[in-house]
C-alpha cells in the first residue's frame, strides 16, 4: 500500500452516528446497516448528492465506546436529526482500500501495523481515530472500488 502525507484544513460535516459493537463482524454489519439508513435519510431531507459527491465515515472513541458517524460536507442547512462536526487543521497519513468493503479491515491492519510505523509518523491525538473520504470511485461491493483512509498524524 502507498501513502501520502497531507495536510488539510479545518472543515465541517453534518452526519448521524451509532455505536459500533466491539468484533470486526458485527461492526461491518452494524456499519453497512447504517449507511442505508443516513442515505435514506439524506434523501428524505433533500441533502442529494452532486455528480462530484463526497461522503465521510469518522471512527470516535469515547468513554461509552467506538462510534461509526457517516457524514457529508455542510450544507446551508442541518436537517433535523443530523449534527455538525467540525474537523480541525491536521496532517494526515492517507492511503486507499481498494476492493469490496468486506476486506477494509485488511486495508486497516496494513495501515496500522505497516505503513503507519514504517512511516515514522505518531497517530495524532484528535476527536477521532481516522475518517474515510468516499467519491465517485467507490462502489460497495466492487474489486475496483476505492476509498481513501485518512489517519491524523504528528507533523
Same mark, same amino acid.
Given at each position: ?28 454489519? #452494524?456499519? @453497512? ?8 435519510? !439524506?434523501?428524505? +431531507? $433533500? ?56 476486506? #477494509?479491515? @485488511? ?8 505503513? !503507519?510505523?514504517? +512511516? $515514522? ?35
Amino acid at each position: 500500500m502507498d501513502y501520502r502525507i497531507e495536510t488539510r484544513g479545518a472543515f465541517c460535516v453534518m452526519g448521524q452516528e451509532v455505536k459500533l459493537a466491539g468484533t470486526k463482524t458485527e461492526n461491518v454489519k #452494524i456499519s @453497512s446497516q447504517f449507511w442505508q439508513t443516513f442515505n435514506q435519510n !439524506l434523501k428524505r +431531507s $433533500g441533502c442529494t448528492g452532486s455528480p462530484n459527491w463526497v461522503k465521510y465515515a469518522l471512527l470516535q472513541r469515547r468513554t461509552e465506546g467506538l462510534f461509526y458517524t457517516p457524514a457529508v460536507p455542510l450544507q446551508s442547512t442541518v436537517p433535523p436529526g443530523f449534527f455538525v462536526l467540525e474537523l480541525p487543521a491536521a496532517t494526515y497519513l492517507v492511503t486507499q482500500h481498494r476492493g469490496p468493503m468486506r476486506n #477494509i479491515y @485488511s486495508s486497516y491492519e496494513t495501515l496500522y501495523r505497516t505503513l !503507519l510505523p514504517n +512511516s $515514522g509518523r505518531r497517530p495524532a491525538q484528535q476527536q477521532f481515530l481516522h475518517f474515510e473520504r468516499y467519491d465517485d470511485r467507490f462502489y460497495w461491493n466492487r474489486e475496483s472500488s476505492i476509498l481513501e483512509l485518512w489517519v491524523p498524524v504528528e507533523p
